[in-house]
């Protein structure tokens, strides 16, 4: 997607000041080098440069914005950030590679992928080992196939739907059963938009 000449200037700024320092500039540092005193204005222009694909921002880090190395006209590297489980809950795991991933399953919002622990999901064709292409969201409609994070720290693949005060995390398995909890101990940290598999 096309960028404006000062979304140019900034994705030129951020690849060039992670090359010479080995790390992303803050916003301030943004804004002080084109002269833009809002903070706001400066995480606009980044926003739209992820919403085109071309910067990412890391999963629940600071100074994180980073250009997406383009792999080809078909496909964007996208970062690996863990493992999230299609079973009982456990922690994610922050492993930090790069995957490449058709440009079709890459959303508006930043889009990250995860690898598949577990066998919870296999209804959903879902199997351990997969790599689940995933879409920063906050909100889900029912029957959407989420990552949830549960009571702040244990991550979940699982369907979703929000019945009343209490969320239920549905598996895609007939032997295992569903995890209800109340709505205000789930946060959605994104849903999956596509799934990649290596024979």
Do not use: C
């Not at 804004?31 to 890391?58: C, D, I, M, N, P």
């Not at 997406?68 to 079973?87: C, D, F, K, N, T």
């Not at 399953?105 to 879902?126: C, K, N, P, W, Y």
């Amino acid at each position: 997607m096309a960028l404006t000449r000062r979304q140019r200037e900034i994705y030129d700024f951020v690849r060039e000041f992670i090359e010479a320092r080995g790390y992303s500039p803050s916003l301030e540092e943004i804004g002080e080098r084109f002269g833009l005193s809002s903070v706001a204005t400066v995480h606009k222009h980044v926003q739209h440069l992820v919403e085109k694909g071309w910067l990412r921002k890391g999963w629940n880090r600071s100074r994180s914005v980073e250009p997406v190395a383009q792999a080809s006209s078909g496909s964007l590297e996208l970062p690996l950030l863990g493992v999230v489980a299609a079973g009982a809950p456990i922690e994610s795991v922050a492993v930090e590679e790069r995957i490449s991933v058709p440009r079709e399953m890459v959303g508006r919002a930043e889009t990250f992928v995860l690898r598949v622990r577990g066998d919870s999901m296999i209804d959903e064709h879902i199997q351990d080992g997969d790599h689940v292409v995933v879409e920063r969201r906050h909100e889900a409609r029912n029957g959407e196939t989420v990552v949830a994070r549960i009571r702040g720290s244990e991550t979940t693949l699982k369907k979703f739907y929000r019945r009343g005060a209490k969320v239920v995390l549905e598996p895609a398995n007939q032997a295992l059963r569903p995890i209800e909890v109340p709505a205000a101990e789930v946060e959605i940290e994104g849903v999956v938009r596509g799934l990649l598999r290596t024979y």
